[in-house]
């Protein structure tokens, strides 16, 4: 084992004598990424939020930690798990946060009966102006379905405009009462 791991830290090292390694994710302290849209008066909130570089290869860690944050059984956060990738990717397709130095928060939270998670970028480019919004789908298109995704299988969803130019995707998905009777594939909703 450790001479895998010696083997593996040769690998990494750069021409500088340095080795070149990923940045972790770092926890988020931005007071509007660390509590969820409310809906309702009474609630009890169970959450967390982390910022992650705005690279592709951490869609992987957004997931896995999505995963521990939910605390949901497998079957019941694949479905959060694919959602949060769309948006994740959405950001860094059309926003600042696909740029070099760019970050995405991921926030989630348990509420009542549902999880809730949203994605915030690190705003528009230079020069742009994004809208997360439903576009008309296109058949021949490779890409354009992320937000349909979103519509479709969660329970409610939305967007948030902040001051400082950010812009925040939120869903809900409703937690599945399952009846022990029967498979988790036929659960009821």
């Not at 995963?67 to 959405?90: G, H, K, M, Q, Y």
């Not at 926003?95 to 928060?105: A, F, K, M, N």
């Not at 939305?158 to 988790?184: C, K, L, M, Q, Y």
Request: overall charge neutral; proline content about 7%; some cysteine.
């Amino acid at each position: 084992m450790r001479a895998a791991l010696v083997e593996q830290a040769e690998d990494t090292e750069t021409g500088t004598g340095k080795r070149d390694v990923s940045p972790l994710p770092k926890r988020a302290t931005a007071p509007s990424d660390r509590v969820p849209v409310l809906l309702e008066v009474n609630y009890e909130v169970t959450g967390s939020a982390m910022t992650v570089p705005g690279d592709a290869s951490y869609a992987k860690v957004m997931r896995r930690r999505l995963r521990t944050l939910a605390s949901l059984p497998d079957w019941e956060v694949r479905p959060i798990a694919l959602l949060a990738s769309e948006l994740f990717n959405n950001c860094l397709r059309h926003t600042r946060s696909g740029d070099p130095g760019g970050e995405v928060t991921i926030s989630v939270f348990k509420l009542a009966g549902r999880t809730q998670v949203r994605i915030t970028d690190a705003g528009p480019r230079d020069g742009q102006v994004t809208v997360p919004h439903l576009r008309p789908l296109d058949p021949h298109s490779e890409s354009g379905r992320g937000l349909h995704l979103v519509a479709t299988d969660a329970s409610r969803w939305g967007t948030i405009h902040h001051d400082d130019g950010r812009t925040s995707v939120w869903f809900e998905v409703d937690r599945i009462e399952r009846n022990p009777d029967r498979p988790a594939d036929h659960a009821e909703r």
